[in-house]
């Protein structure tokens, strides 16, 4: 079986994705050495996708078809637009944008280099294998071809049809029709790519973003965490079953997990060290997640939450710029709520029996199955190995060595996480044993990997001898 | 190392035929296909032949048996999919085309011409 026009499509899809982040970064890294460049693929191709992504999204709304020329025509105008910035822009400017580093820590020990080298090898190994089965697998979950791709592939050839994409219209629609357009998008213009409607470009396309969150994860943390402990950290994330699993199910919920996970990660650092670029980075990030299902924007509302209440000390300007990057990601939304609004189409989960008590007191039943499966989910070494129990045990040890309750977010943010979703499954009407059976091992994707770039910082935090040598900082 | 590795890793994407058993495990084989998995066993190829068939936009119809809700309902997603841009509607009557697939043939409708794809599937051009 040939793979060539499997590869043909993700390169170009992912190359044109890279090269709409990298202009959109050039301003922040403008005088930075060719290696610092490269450093930032991750971070610059998930930048490339997100703006992309929500551009097409309020294009679709506004009537476009989205095809493969208006992707071509918006990833370049992108590329153009970053580019111009770039240059046009002063350099005071440019330097307020900025990253603080772009350098890493190094090992101060042979050893840690040793540690640092061999785990940093197998983390590749890891993602060019995730990568490899990838190419060899059609999406196991059926809500992919059942609605996302369907969905992506009208938006290509018919546009947003009221007949398809709203209930009680001329044709038969599409299931789940509140659920916002990004992913479908994204897997509309992957299959096309393709030429013959190849659903192995589903998984490829998600092992891409699954790679590019590794990437950029090491990349924002290289300049904070030291080699010996970030590599083995990235390691015990990267070998979780369950990622390997949902990359070849294709659902978009580790994708919302994703962006999720690197907002989280981005805002904790806007508010620990106040740089603009992180905060820049949360609100792309922050915007790919509330287009991606509808469940994000709660999800984003909370770990927003998590985070400015673990930071409250940290000062208004800070605050203020984590709920206004909140707010501008929410905005980024618009045009498909106000789509939804016009057409008076609702959420499949109902808000209004979610919030009325005497609703969820008919039917306390529920919550006890709901948290033993979605804990089951969290804590069990066969599907997320041992990321949520390292965040918990590190958490408390650090809590009570050093006396400050700020060690207990990351935990906070897995209890947030968890109780969001056995909320969630109370106040749904949904047969619950169906509900839990198919989604369970999904929906906690975001909070478990939103806690898990948690586990570098801790465990650095608790070992001595920080800190340590900076080295090859360049700009 | 990292160099090494990778290489290494590329060489088992590069390489023709079947891996050893724990690669082969993570590379799912048994779902190295173009095509939807559906639950239900579906003749995915005679819906691609079928929609190879299929005018953009004209309106079809799916008929499964009725003692199958996991066949009906699978073969109207994998339809919904690969039939596009041709648009899906409920009812047969309200069709220009009709796919029957391994079921009988719906009263009040005809048909112009016959599309037969194999394995009991087959397409129907209706009268309008």
């Known amino acids: 079986m040939s793979y060539r026009h499997l590869l043909a499509a993700a390169v170009l899809l992912n190359g044109s994705l890279l090269a709409v982040g990298y202009a959109l970064l050039a301003t922040p890294l403008r005088g930075r050495s060719p290696l610092a460049w490269i450093s930032y693929c991750g971070v610059a191709l998930l930048v490339g996708a997100s703006t992309v992504g929500v551009v097409l999204c309020g294009l679709a709304v506004a009537g476009l078809r989205i095809d493969l020329t208006v992707f071509g025509v918006v990833a370049v105008l992108l590329v153009a637009l970053g580019v111009a910035a770039a240059f046009a822009l002063p350099p005071a400017t440019r330097d307020r944008v900025a990253p603080a580093s772009s350098g890493r820590l190094s090992s101060a020990t042979p050893l840690g280099s040793v540690v640092a080298a061999a785990a940093g090898a197998a983390v590749v190994a890891v993602g060019v294998l995730l990568l490899a089965s990838a190419f060899r697998s059609s999406p196991t979950l059926d809500d992919v071809w059942g609605f996302w791709l369907p969905k992506g592939i009208a938006l290509g050839r018919l546009g947003l049809d009221p007949g398809l994409f709203l209930p009680g219209g001329a044709y038969q629609p599409f299931d789940h029709l509140d659920y916002p357009l990004w992913w479908s998008i994204v897997l509309g213009l992957s299959a096309r790519l393709t030429g013959s409607l190849d659903l192995r470009i589903v998984d490829v396309e998600l092992g891409v973003l699954v790679v590019a969150m590794l990437a950029a994860a090491a990349r924002l943390l290289a300049s904070r965490i030291r080699p010996a402990v970030l590599w083995p950290c990235l390691l015990l994330i ?74 409250w000390k940290v000062g208004r300007r800070r605050q203020l710029g984590l709920w206004g990057g909140v707010a501008l990601a929410f905005a980024s939304a618009l045009p498909f709520l106000a789509w939804r609004q016009e057409h008076g189409l609702r959420n499949d989960i109902s808000l209004r029996h979610a919030l009325d008590p005497s609703f969820l007191a008919g039917r306390t039943e529920r919550v006890a199955p709901a948290a033993r499966a979605l804990g089951h989910q969290l804590v069990n070494p ?78 650095d935090r608790l070992l001595p001898g920080r800190p340590v040598t900076r080295g090859a900082e360049d700009g | 190392m ?35 998995v559906p639950t239900a066993q579906l003749d995915v190829g005679a819906l691609r032949r079928a929609a190879r068939i299929l005018p953009a936009r004209a309106t079809y119809a799916v008929v499964a048996p009725p003692n199958d809700p996991q066949l009906a309902h699978d073969l109207q997603g994998v339809a919904h999919l690969l039939f596009l841009p041709a648009l899906p509607v ?39």
């Open chain 2, 2 to 36: 990292v160099v090494a590795v990778s290489l290494a890793a590329l060489a088992l994407l590069a390489a023709p035929g079947r891996f050893p058993r724990p690669i082969r495990q993570i590379a799912q084989h048994s779902l190295n296909t173009r095509d939807p």
């Open chain 1, 238 to 311: 990267s070998v979780s079953p369950e990622l390997h699993r949902q990359v070849l199910g294709g659902g978009a919920d580790l994708a919302l997990a994703v962006y999720l996970a690197l907002f989280v990660l981005c805002g904790a650092l806007w508010l620990a060290e106040g740089g603009l670029f992180e905060l820049a980075l949360a609100v792309v990030f922050g915007a790919a997640a509330v287009q991606i299902k509808t469940e994000g924007a709660p999800q984003l509302l909370l770990f927003a939450a998590v985070l400015s209440l673990a930071g």
């Open chain 1, 382 to 459: 066969h599907d997320w190995f041992l990321v949520v129990p390292a965040v918990l045990l590190l958490g408390v040890i650090g809590a009570l060595r050093h006396r400050r309750m700020l060690w207990l977010a990351p935990a906070a943010l897995v209890g947030v996480g968890y109780a969001f979703w056995i909320w969630a499954n109370w106040g749904d009407t949904m047969n619950l044993r169906f509900r839990l059976e198919t989604s369970a091992y999904r929906i906690v994707d975001a909070t478990v990997l939103a806690a898990a770039f948690a586990v570098p910082f801790l465990v």
């Open chain 2, 90 to 128: 409920a009812e047969p009557s309200r069709a220009e085309w009709l796919l029957r697939y391994q079921a009988a043939h719906p009263a009040a409708v005809k048909v112009v011409r016959t599309y037969r794809l194999g394995n009991g599937v087959v397409l129907e051009r209706l009268q309008p």
